[in-house]
C-alpha cells in the first residue's frame, strides 16, 4: 500500500518535471523557422523565457529616477530646491493636483499602481521613495 | 474626494488613449483645466460633489465607452479599415433587440458592441 503510494507520487512528480521543462527547450526552436516563413512583417514574439532573477531596485536609482521626473515636471518653479527630503507642497510650490499628476507619473515609470489610500499620503520625495522600495512589483 | 476622482479620470485617459499620446495629453490637459475651474468650490458643497460625481461619470466613460481604431495600412481596402481595439473594460451590450428582429425599425435602434 504504502509502496505503491509512493511510487505514484514519484511519477507525478517526475511527470510534473518533464511537463515544466518542455515548454523552455520548445519556445525557441519555432521562432527560426517561422520568421523565414513568414511574409508579412508582424510583429511575433515566441515564448522565450527569460531566467534571470529580478533584481530589485537599489534606493540611489530610485532616487534618482523620481528626481529626474520632477525635474522634467513643468510646474516644478525652483529646480534648486529638489533633495530628496523635498515635500511636494511645501518646498517644490505643487498644488494638491499637482501632486495628484506627480505621483500618477510616478505610478507609470515604475509600472505599477498605487492604491488611492497609500497615494494620497505619498506627499514627500523620500516618502514616494521608501514606498517604491517596498514594492516588489516595481521596475 | 476630488483628488481621488481627478486620478481616477487620469487612470482612465491612459486606458481609453494607450499608445496615442497626442490624445492622451489633450485629454489630460482638458481634465486640469476642468478642475482648476472649480477650484473656488467649498468641499463640503453640493455643487463640489455634483462636479466630482460629473468627473467619476467621465472616468467610467473614458473606460467603458471609448474604442480606439486604428488605421490597417497595406489592405486593399485602406480607407474603410479600422483595427479596433476592444479591451476587457468596453460595455458589451447584449443586443437583445436584435434577436427579436421582427422589424427592421427594431434592429435599428440596437447598438453594436455596446460602442455608442
Known sequence: MIRTALIQSVRCASRSVTRTQLPASRAIAPCFSVTSTRSTPAPRYPGIRYYSAPAGLSKPEVEGRIMDLLKNFDKVKDASKLSNTSHFSNDLGLDSLDTVEVVMAIEEEFSIEIPDKEADSLLSIDKAVNYILGQPDAH | ?116
Open chain 2, 1 to 116: 474626494m476630488a483628488l481621488a476622482a481627478y486620478r481616477h479620470v487620469l487612470r482612465s485617459t491612459q486606458v481609453a488613449f494607450q499608445g496615442d499620446l497626442r490624445t492622451l495629453s489633450a485629454a489630460r490637459v482638458e481634465a486640469r483645466s476642468k478642475f482648476d475651474q472649480n477650484r473656488f468650490l467649498s468641499p463640503s458643497s453640493t455643487e463640489a460633489e455634483q462636479k466630482v460625481l460629473e468627473a467619476k461619470e467621465v472616468a467610467r466613460i473614458l473606460r467603458q465607452n471609448v474604442v480606439q481604431g486604428e488605421q490597417v495600412t497595406g489592405s486593399k481596402l485602406q480607407e474603410q479599415r479600422y483595427q479596433l481595439r476592444i479591451h476587457e473594460e468596453i460595455e458589451r451590450g447584449n443586443n437583445d433587440s436584435i434577436k427579436k428582429g421582427s422589424s427592421l425599425a427594431a434592429a435599428a435602434t440596437g447598438f453594436c458592441g455596446g460602442a455608442r
